[in-house]
């Protein structure tokens, strides 16, 4: 008797085996791979902002989302080492910011998804094949965006103010004028 339900568990257990290996392997954490081109500290505030937005969605840090930070500590020639080591760890989404890391992680791999939060010119540096319609696996926001919409809404304005600085960092003076749009002097 003893012997038949150790052969029952044993079957049972085994045939279960599978049922209990794919529910482990949907229960693996999402993991972000977070390819930083400062140090850790330097860029604190923007992983602060990060991780809370990514809680506010319903992500928590350790417990439904993984983050593998690695930082390039001011050295791009470390960008391209830290995106393939991101490839090795199949990690499910590159983030990044800057074109520079952004392009590092975009030659190591074209299946993984990369996100920029900001770009220069993503066009213009080969990232995506266009603003509208990104394309492969590259998404971001980009400076040019602003800028268009900038424009536009400066052909809209009567008057506007312009700030700007000259002189050095250390002595920075600022300077502000006021400019009228031509049709605003022109009557």
Not at 23 to 28: D, E, G, K, N
Not at 43 to 54: G, I, T
Not at 104 to 124: E, M, N
């Amino acid at each position: 008797m003893i012997r038949r339900q150790f052969i029952a568990l044993l079957g049972g257990a085994a045939a279960a085996w599978p049922f209990v290996a794919s529910a482990q392997q949907s229960a693996r954490l999402r993991t972000i791979g977070y390819l930083g081109s400062s140090t850790a500290l330097a860029q604190s505030s923007w992983v602060a902002a990060f991780v809370r937005r990514l809680h506010e969605l319903g992500w928590l840090e350790g417990q439904t989302v993984a983050i593998e930070y690695r930082w390039a500590e001011g050295r791009s020639e470390r960008f391209a080492e830290i995106a393939a080591e991101f490839v090795r760890l199949k990690v499910d989404v590159i983030v990044t910011a800057g074109t520079a890391p952004a392009l590092a992680a975009k030659q190591a791999t074209s299946a993984i998804p990369i996100v920029f939060p900001l770009a220069g010119d993503p066009v213009g540096n080969g990232l995506v094949a266009s603003l509208p319609r990104p394309g492969a696996n590259v998404t971001g926001l980009s400076l040019q965006t602003t800028l268009v919409n900038l424009q536009a809404l400066l052909r809209r304005l009567r008057r506007t103010c312009r700030v700007c600085s000259s002189g050095s960092i250390l002595a920075i003076r600022s300077r502000v004028t006021i400019y009228r749009s031509a049709s605003r002097t022109s009557r």
